[in-house]
């Protein structure tokens, strides 16, 4: 089976650092994807790790440890439009995506 | 203008109804897919198309078919609709090559059938 592992919400407040863990098992693992989505609204891309290690891009951070088969999300400085769900995805090959049930992030002020 | 379009945005069904969901996308990319979203339950892969000639089962296509009509066109059909296909249906493109992996995906239809 495939399954991945993500908390169902995490609060925090404005300018603060979150982390969100991602804990995957699936049949193949090309790399691990991130995905906001906010209400209402389409999942955009925010990050995409292959290899062991530290991608940053801003405010956000992704790392991976496929000996763990485990990656988080990062993000610095939040701010109120940070509020939304969080998705992590592998890519199980040829770009197939299977994604985990998603985090809600409450940014407080 | 969007990149990815779907249509209808909205659309209220009955039971054994035959209804279809299209996407156009002007990305110019080869690959397209069909997610659907519940509450609770992430998205899901329904099917995937890597161009016109190439359709392939994700891992929900029970009770669903497709159809690329066109490198830019991939529909949606629901042959008889039940209640349980009541969802979010979100298609996406990609393109065959690329360094980060990335799927574009369309605003979402919410189907809701009674």
């Known amino acids: 089976g495939q399954s991945l592992e993500q908390p169902s919400e995490v609060t925090a407040v404005e300018g603060a650092i979150v982390q969100i863990n991602c804990t995957y098992q699936t049949s193949g693992f090309y790399g691990l994807s991130w995905y906001q989505q906010h209400d209402g609204g389409a999942p955009t891309f925010l990050s995409y790790n292959a290899l062991d290690g530290l991608e940053e891009t801003g405010r956000f951070s992704s790392f991976l440890s496929r000996s763990d088969s485990y990656g988080y999300l990062l993000l610095q400085e939040l701010q109120m439009k940070d509020s939304a769900s969080y998705f992590c995805a592998v890519n199980t090959g040829f770009q197939k995506l299977v994604f985990g049930t998603g985090t809600r992030l409450l940014v407080s002020p | 203008d969007a990149d990815v379009t779907q249509t209808p945005r909205n659309r209220i069904t009955k039971t054994g109804k035959r209804i279809m969901l299209e996407c156009s996308q002007t990305?110019?990319?080869?690959?397209m897919y069909w997610y659907r979203q519940d509450p609770g339950l992430g998205l899901r892969l329904i099917y995937y198309?890597?161009?016109?000639?190439?359709?392939n089962k994700g891992e929900i296509s029970d009770g669903y078919s497709v159809s690329r009509q066109a490198q830019a066109k991939f529909s949606l059909s629901l042959e008889s609709a039940i209640p349980n296909q009541t969802a979010l249906y979100f298609c996406a493109t990609s393109a065959a090559v690329g360094t980060y992996n990335e799927q574009f995906f369309g605003p979402g239809t919410r189907l809701t059938v009674l």
């Open positions: 990305k110019g990319h080869d690959r």
């Open positions: 198309s890597f161009d016109v000639k190439d359709i």
